[in-house]
């Protein structure tokens, strides 16, 4: 049979580990969900500015467009200029300035080309990037509402655990009740331990037969001399 009161403090120590594994759950799932708005909120900034990049694309091209079409009615201009002058000279000069547009074009209308050949690709990434985000945005729905259901879940969870918890708190020892609860505090893991071998389950330095052997046959509770943690006895 095994000590009453270990019993007692085990049954304790795994409520309150599920406690204390239920209310770290809890804490977490709200900074999921953020982590989850966060992510949708720069995946949909990063495919505005994709937009907005395309669209300028389209714009720089549509002004080029326009200078190309300002310099094609200066050549007509430069034309009836010539048809209306008698003077060799200014015909001359008329046919430079028509060489000069002309080749402006040229370098304009090569430019223009480049720009609509970008403005396809980028076309072609934007429905990419909107198919990618819609995926995203869908997965991210259900990835929330199931986290907002594991939150209804545990928190229906821990007010059980709790429950436990506390009846199993009544069952220990008042007087061992606060040492428990303080190795557990200093220890963060685990405040009570079985003794494997001769040695210590938490620290797992070798114990003193002393304390083995008030550990297997004592009425009360044993320490650890090293690390503090409370030793039972466990039965094979
Ligand atoms: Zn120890």
């Known amino acids: 049979m095994m000590n009453p009161t270990v019993e007692a403090v085990l049954v304790l120590q795994e409520r309150d580990t599920k406690v204390t594994a239920l ?11 953020e982590a989850i708005e966060r992510e949708a909120a720069s995946r949909a900034a990063k495919f505005d500015e994709l937009k907005n990049n395309t669209r300028k694309i389209e714009a720089e091209r549509k002004k080029i467009d326009l200078e190309v079409k300002g310099k094609e009615s200066a050549i007509a201009r430069y034309k009836s200029q010539q048809q209306q ?6 015909f001359a000069a008329l046919n430079h300035e028509i060489e000069h547009a002309e080749k402006e074009i040229s370098a304009l209308e090569d430019k223009e080309l480049e720009l609509m050949e ?5 076309l072609v990434r934007v429905a990419e990037g909107q198919k990618e985000l819609a995926a995203f945005q869908e997965k991210a729905k259900q990835k929330k509402a199931d986290l907002e259901k594991r939150i209804g879940v545990v928190t229906a969870e821990l007010v059980g655990a709790k429950e436990r918890q506390a009846t199993a708190e009544k069952a220990v020892p008042e007087d061992v009740l606060p040492r428990y609860r303080r190795i557990l505090k200093s220890k963060r893991d685990v405040a009570i331990v079985p003794i494997n071998g001769a040695s210590c389950g938490g620290c797992h330095m070798k114990l003193t037969s002393q304390t083995v052997l008030s ?11 090293n690390c503090g943690r409370l030793v039972y006895w466990a039965e094979l």
């Open 23 to 33: 209310t770290a759950e809890l804490e977490d799932l709200p900074e999921q969900i």
């Open 85 to 90: 002058t008698r003077k060799n000279e200014e």
């Open 118 to 122: 970008a403005y396809d690709q980028g």
């Open 215 to 225: 550990a297997r046959t004592g009425e009360g509770i044993t320490a650890c001399e």
